[in-house]
């Protein structure tokens, strides 16, 4: 059963255009939320976050949305950039001291073109 | 500053060969460790966790195994691999009471 889900795979987008990535969970205990990015061949490398008393964050060109009733966040990228190139991965944080973990979603391969 | 070291970054073996991958965290004391595998197009499934030496968590019952020998020392090991523990693995660690994992740069593992 996937807590976290990233139902798109892929997303194109043109240089300079929004990048929207999505991601839905179920689990209501989740009270974290945070996006990491991954290039082939590396670790993945954390991004942005946001705690679960907030709706919105913001990071230069990226920003976290966290819409709490729906059970769903989204990450723009604003302008998107080629090297912003990668698949990104949303992550959920729940469980309480050294029980807590992050549960991820499956990826979403974002390519910009230039 | 915090690092973490995991190593060999690729390798190739054959079905019902050993493994072991070895990670190690500097810079920081009583770290939990994760290891983490992606699959080819899959997303990044948990297998292992330790809040402490000795103390090691399961999330998904395979062939594999993992042990921390060390309080930075996380080893994740099999005796006889199987065509589908191919993928890249990756190790991962967190200060107690954060949230965001620090990920190692990651083993791609070829079984032939």
């Known amino acids: 059963d996937q807590q976290v889900k990233q139902n798109s795979p892929s997303l194109s987008v043109q240089e300079g255009r929004i990048s929207i990535l999505n991601c839905d969970y179920t689990?209501?205990?989740?009270?974290?939320f945070l996006w990491y990015k991954k290039y082939p061949a590396e670790g993945p490398t954390f991004l942005i976050s946001?705690?679960?008393?907030?709706d919105k964050n913001e990071d230069g060109r990226f920003t976290v949305f966290l819409n709490k009733s729906a059970k769903h966040l989204s990450l723009h990228i604003v302008p998107s950039q080629p090297g912003d190139s990668a698949v990104y991965f949303c992550?959920?944080?729940?469980?309480?001291?050294?029980?807590?973990?992050?549960?991820f979603g499956s990826g979403t391969q974002l390519t910009v073109l230039p | 500053s915090q690092t973490i070291h995991q190593w060999p970054a690729t390798l190739v073996q054959p079905v019902g060969s050993p493994l072991s991958l070895e990670c190690t965290v500097e810079?920081?004391?009583?770290?939990?460790l994760y290891w983490y595998r992606q699959a080819a197009g899959r997303g990044l499934q948990l297998l292992f966790y330790?809040?402490?030496?000795?103390?090691i968590s399961s999330e998904v019952p395979q062939n594999l195994s993992a042990s921390r020998p060390q309080d930075r020392q996380f080893i994740l090991s099999s005796k006889k691999l199987l065509l589908s523990d191919s993928g890249f693995y990756l190790c991962?660690?967190?200060?107690?009471?954060?949230?965001?994992?620090?990920f190692g740069s990651g083993t791609r593992l070829t079984v032939v």
């Open positions: 992550a959920a944080s729940g469980g309480s001291g050294s029980a807590r973990q992050l549960t």
């Open positions: 991962a660690w967190v200060s107690k009471g954060n949230y965001g994992y620090t």
């Open positions: 946001i705690s679960s008393i907030k």
């Open positions: 810079g920081t004391s009583n770290p939990n």
């Open positions: 330790s809040v402490g030496i000795g103390q």
């Open positions: 689990n209501s205990m989740f009270d974290y």
